[in-house]
């Protein structure tokens, strides 16, 4: 919508409703993450890499039973930045949501977005409704 070609590529995302993909999704759970299609707040997904067995060999039921309820995602290595802790600072795992903003005048990408912030050591789950934290983030140009 922006007239230009995107400088990253979309995250993979194998949709479970499709035969094949949901194949390849059970066959490689303890890699990837899968998340409801229609889920909010980080709940009701699974991280493989740090999900034990049980947790895997439950949630693979789940998507035998509603594949269509769920997409899947390989693991990405998120970036971090630091954060203070009651031992000083720590670096801590973050992803960006940056906003893009439509009106009558055009399009319009607003000079910074939202850095999600997991403030559990070592978790990947930003998310404010699963104990996750927010900065404020500033693009500036010369």
Same mark, same amino acid.
């Given at each position: 919508?922006?007239? $230009? =070609?995107?400088?990253? %590529?979309? *995250?993979?995302?194998?949709?479970?409703?499709?035969?094949?993909?949901?194949?390849? *999704?059970?066959?490689?759970?303890?890699?990837?993450? *899968?998340?409801?299609?229609?889920?909010?707040?980080?709940?009701?997904?699974?991280?493989?890499?740090?999900?034990?067995?049980? $947790?895997?060999?439950?949630?693979?039921? =789940?998507?035998?039973?509603?594949?269509?309820?769920?997409?899947?995602?390989?693991?990405l290595a998120l970036s971090t930045c630091p954060i203070y802790t009651a031992k000083g600072l720590a670096p801590?795992? *973050?992803?960006?949501?940056?906003?893009?903003?439509?009106? %009558? $005048?055009?399009?319009?990408?607003?000079?910074?977005?939202?850095?999600r912030v997991a403030l559990k050591k070592g978790s990947l789950v930003v998310n404010s409704s699963q104990g996750?934290?927010?900065?404020?983030?500033?693009?500036?140009?010369?």
């Amino acid at each position: 919508y922006t007239g $230009e =070609k995107p400088l990253l %590529p979309n *995250v993979q995302t194998w949709r479970c409703a499709d035969k094949d993909a949901l194949a390849y *999704v059970l066959d490689n759970l303890a890699e990837l993450v *899968v998340k409801e299609v229609h889920g909010s707040g980080g709940y009701g997904m699974l991280i493989g890499p740090t999900s034990s067995k049980r $947790e895997i060999a439950a949630f693979r039921e =789940k998507l035998i039973a509603r594949p269509s309820n769920y997409i899947a995602q390989p693991t990405l290595a998120l970036s971090t930045c630091p954060i203070y802790t009651a031992k000083g600072l720590a670096p801590r795992h *973050v992803d960006l949501r940056p906003f893009v903003l439509v009106s %009558p $005048e055009g399009i319009d990408i607003t000079p910074g977005g939202l850095t999600r912030v997991a403030l559990k050591k070592g978790s990947l789950v930003v998310n404010s409704s699963q104990g996750g934290g927010t900065k404020d983030t500033w693009v500036m140009k010369d």
